[in-house]
């Protein structure tokens, strides 16, 4: 089985992959227009301000886009199959994409209101993936 890719971080990424690593969710948010960001950038996609600074997020959001993932040339996650591959838009705005877990294929649907959690994929990498929102 070949080895499972992990990002790599940069220096605008280094912060969000620490606060990963301990099960935390932030996000980047622009001072000047207040706007979530996402992915981790150097200026604002909204107002082009480079005033943003790293802020804490609910970890909650729904889905707003998914496939059920069957096949895959990648032997690092034929043991995943099948998994559901997802966009979500988080509460404070942004969308992400990521794996939505803990969750029978035939529960999942637009809308599903999901929570951050974090897999770990490496010694000190834990990926945000999202589940069911747990009420």
Sequence with gaps: ????????????SEFFWEKAARGELWLQKC????QFIFYPRVVCPHCFSDK?????????????????VYRTDLDAFTDKLPYIYAIVELEEGPRMSANIINCPLDKVRIDLPVEVVFEEIAPGLRLPQFQPHRH
């Design 52 to 68: 943003l600074e790293w802020t804490p997020t609910s970890g909650k959001g729904k889905i707003y886009t998914y496939t059920v």
């Design 31 to 34: 001072q000047n227009c207040s």
């Design 1 to 12: 089985m070949e080895k499972r890719p992990v990002p790599k971080t940069s220096p605008v």
